[in-house]
């Protein structure tokens, strides 16, 4: 039968896991730009708001709590967001 045809494109949801800095990984849901006069590049998505700075540093906000990780991935801070951290990563 031909039962099984239908659902060979279902293999590739996942394919934009990976955040690689490739600036066309930010289609689909959210909103993002890079700010013209430093270089950070802004994803907003949902409650998620992430930063990422041209040193490689990457700077989260959520579900309440604020990380900010060197450019190798170890996590300098983590700790509860202050409302200093939202209006400054919202106004990047």
Known sequence: GNSSGGNSGNNNGNGNSGNNGKSGSNHGKGAGHVNATTGDKVEVTGNKVTVR?????????ENGRFSM???????IIDRQATPADVSRLKAL
Request: aromatic share 0%; charged share 40%; net charge neutral.
């Open 53 to 61: 700075h041209p040193d490689g540093i990457t700077e989260k906000l």
């Open 69 to 75: 990780k060197d450019a190798l991935g170890r996590t």
